[in-house]
């Protein structure tokens, strides 16, 4: 079962401009995390947002968290051709439950 | 940087064979999980490990899976006999077991059923 539904499903966008994927989730958390996977690959931690945090960066990446409306949101700054991945969000309740990834194609 | 280890990195096999997966978590990550990933879809969890014992096993297939831990470190994960349908990526990954903390992927094994 999966918790969390990404928007969009794909994302096709210019090297230096910015990049915004949503998550949707269902029930309380205890954090959400963003997970980035090259094709073929595992999952990278990107960054971990705590139910009691509304806002965090890491370097070019922004994550907002609304408890209110069960979503989050992460923003890639200046896209690099090296950011084309799929991106996850994935809520921590008792076990990390995933959602369904936005494909991000980053051109050059 | 540490990484978690995961072996065959690529598993052809035919259905209704058995075929095994270990994994070697990072030192002193507690939690253990197996996730099954179909190509195109998000990580779904089967089975989640607190040192050598299950914590959850709900969306596990119990007439074919199996998966253990024996003394709390690395794990396997066995399937038998196998399907057409079990053609995914299976992943491990680790974590403290302290909440707040992301968790450590491998790079998965690609298993296809023919």
């Known amino acids: 079962s999966q918790q969390g539904e990404e928007d969009p499903q794909a994302l096709s966008i210019q090297e230096g401009e910015n990049a915004t994927m949503n998550c949707s989730y269902k029930?309380?958390?205890?954090?959400l995390q963003w997970y980035r996977q090259n094709s073929g690959r595992g999952l990278v931690h990107l960054i971990l947002?705590?139910?009691?945090?509304r806002e965090k960066h890491s370097g070019r990446l922004r994550v907002t968290l609304d408890t209110s409306k069960k979503s989050s949101s992460l923003l890639i700054t200046a896209s690099r051709a090296a950011d084309t991945a799929s991106y996850f969000c994935?809520?921590?309740?008792?076990?990390?439950?995933f959602g369904t990834g936005t494909r991000l194609q980053v051109f050059p | 940087e540490a990484e978690v280890a995961q072996s065959p990195r690529y598993k052809i096999t035919e259905k209704s064979q058995a075929v095994a997966f270990w994994c070697d978590p990072i030192?002193?990550?507690?939690?253990l999980y197996w996730y099954r990933q179909i190509l195109g879809q998000g990580p779904e969890l089967l089975v989640q490990?607190?040192?050598?014992?299950?914590?959850?096993d709900s969306q596990l297939p119990k007439d074919r899976f199996s998966a253990e831990r024996l003394k709390g470190v690395d794990s396997t994960l066995k399937i038998q006999p196998a399907e057409l349908g079990d053609s995914a990526m299976y992943l491990c990954?680790?974590?403290?077991?302290?909440?707040?903390?992301?968790?450590?992927f491998g790079s998965g094994t690609r298993l296809t059923v023919v």
């Open positions: 990954a680790s974590s403290l077991a302290d909440k707040g903390y992301g968790y450590t």
């Open positions: 490990f607190q040192d050598e014992s299950v914590v959850d």
């Open positions: 029930t309380s958390i205890n954090n």
């Open positions: 947002i705590r139910s009691n945090e």
């Open positions: 030192s002193g990550h507690a939690t």
């Open positions: 994935a809520t921590d309740t008792d076990k990390l439950i």
